[in-house]
C-alpha cells in the first residue's frame, strides 16, 4: 500500500517547562512547514535564529540524551519531542526553541504527542521518504545490539535489562502506529537512579531532574524515591521503545521495518540510525556463513593425506556469535580461523572476521566431516 503524502500541520502549538539536562527554562513551539523542509529546530534565543535539521550529520552528544547542532546551537535532548513527530508520521516542521532544550514536561512523551494532534497534522504534498529493509541485518554497538528484519510496518520489540527489583528483565513488542504509540508508549516516563545523581551532575547533566519529571529508583530501598508509582509495571522498557522512535527520526524517514533491540541505547540508536541510511549492509547470516566455509576447509586441511573427494563438513553448532560492526559494499572481509580442539573427526573452531583491521563478527563452531 503506499504512503501518504508528506506531513506538517495546520496550526501553531507549544509547550513549556524546565529542561531536563541544563535545567533551562524554555518554551518549544511547533510551526507548520513546506513539503520538502523535514524537520528542523530553531533557536530564536540566539542572534541570527539559527536552524538545525533533525538529521544524523548534527548529532553532537549521545551520553543520557541525543543532542544535536554544535557549539552555542547545541539542543539536547531532542528524543522525547521527535518520537511524538514520528509517530505522527510527520515530515516538515518547525520547532522554535527559546533555550537549548525541550521541556522534559512529565518525563514522557506524551505532552509532545498531545500538542501535534492539537495542531492537526495535515497532508501537505510530496512523496515521503521512506525507509525499508530489503533482508535481515544487525548492528551491536557496546552493549547495545540490534536485529533488523523486512516488514510492511515499523514494530519494536525491545528487551532492556537493570540490577533493580522493579525492573530486572523487561520485553515487550510494540506497533508504531500513532494510535498504539499514544496507548502503549506515549505515557511511559524516562527513568534513573539516585545512586547516579552526583555523578551525572558532576557531569553538568540532570541539572532540571525531579521526581515530578522522571521516575527515580531507589538503590539501595529497591523501590521508588519519593514514593512515586508507576504506571505500567513494564513502564521501563516502554519508554526505551519510545527513545528508538525518537532517535531513529533523524534518518528523516518513516520506517518500515521490524527492530529487535536489547539493551538499546542512546548510542545504540543513532548506530542503528546510521546503519538504516547506509544500508544495504551485508546480512550477518552471510558473514557467518562466509566465516564457516573458511572453517570447513581448515578442518579439510586435517585429512591432506586422505583423498577428500568424497567427504563433507556439517557444522554442528554455532556458540558466542558476536556481530561488531556493519559490513558495507565493496568493504573486504579476511577470516581468521583458529582450531581450538580436534578430535578423531570432529572439531571446534574460533573464528574472526575483519574489515580494515576492524573486528566485525567473531564465533565458534563445531564441525563434523563425514563422508558423502
Not at 129 to 149: R, W
Not at 204 to 225: Q, T, Y
Request: net charge negative; proline share 6%.
Amino acid at each position: 500500500m503506499p504512503p501518504n503524502g508528506r506531513r506538517s500541520i495546520q496550526k501553531t502549538a507549544s509547550v513549556s517547562g524546565t529542561g531536563l539536562h541544563t535545567g533551562a527554562e524554555t518554551v518549544a513551539t511547533f510551526l507548520p512547514a513546506t513539503a520538502g523542509q523535514g524537520i528542523r529546530f530553531r533557536r530564536v534565543d540566539l542572534t541570527g535564529k539559527p536552524e538545525i535539521p533533525a538529521r544524523l550529520t548534527e548529532v553532537e552528544a549521545l551520553e543520557r540524551r541525543t543532542a544535536i547542532g554544535h557549539g552555542d546551537a547545541t539542543i539536547h535532548t531532542v528524543e522525547h519531542l521527535l518520537a511524538a513527530v514520528a509517530a505522527h508520521e510527520i515530515d516538515d516542521l518547525i520547532v522554535e526553541l527559546s533555550g537549548p532544550e525541550p521541556p522534559i514536561l512529565d518525563g514522557s512523551v506524551q505532552p509532545y504527542f498531545d500538542a501535534l494532534r492539537q495542531a492537526a497534522p495535515v497532508d501537505v504534498g510530496g512523496q515521503p521518504t521512506m525507509l525499508t529493509v530489503q533482508a535481515p541485518f544487525t548492528v551491536t554497538e557496546g552493549d547495545s545490539s540490534y536485529i533488523v528484519a523486512p516488514a510492511k510496518a515499523f514494530r519494536l520489540t525491545v528487551t532492556i535489562e537493570f540490577p533493580h527489583p522493579l525492573i530486572g528483565r523487561q520485553a515487550g513488542t510494540f506497533e508504531v502506529t500513532a494510535d498504539a504509540f499514544a496507548r502503549e508508549l506515549a505515557p511511559a516516563r524516562t527513568f534513573g537512579f539516585t545512586g547516579e545523581v552526583e555523578a551525572l551532575r558532576a557531569k553538568g547533566l540532570i541539572k532540571g531532574a525531579s521526581a515530578s519529571n522522571a521516575i527515580v529508583l531507589d538503590d539501595r530501598g529497591g523501590g521508588l524515591a519519593n514514593g512515586g508509582r508507576l504506571r505500567w509495571p513494564d513502564e521501563f522498557v516502554r519508554h526505551k521503545a519510545a527513545d528508538i522512535v525518537g532517535d531513529l527520526a533523524l534518518t528523516g524517514a518513516r520506517i518500515r521495518a521490524h527492530i529487535i533491540a536489547t539493551r538499546p541505547s542512546h548510542t545504540g540508536n543513532v548506530a542503528l540510525a546510521r546503519a538504516l541510511e547506509r544500508h544495504p549492509i551485508m546480512p550477518g547470516v552471510l558473514i557467518i556463513e562466509a566465516m564457516a566455509q573458511v572453517g570447513g576447509m581448515l578442518l579439510m586441511s586435517h585429512f591432506a593425506d586422505q583423498d577428500v573427494t568424497d567427504k563433507v563438513v556439517y557444522f554442528m553448532s554455532l556458540d558466542n556469535v558476536k556481530f561488531r560492526r556493519p559490513v558495507l559494499p565493496g568493504d573486504q572481509i579476511r577470516f581468521e580461523l583458529e582450531m581450538i580442539q580436534f578430535r578423531g573427526r570432529t572439531c571446534k573452531m574460533k573464528g574472526v572476521g575483519y574489515v580494515d583491521g576492524q573486528v566485525v563478527a567473531e564465533a565458534e563452531m563445531a564441525a563434523i566431516v563425514t563422508d558423502r
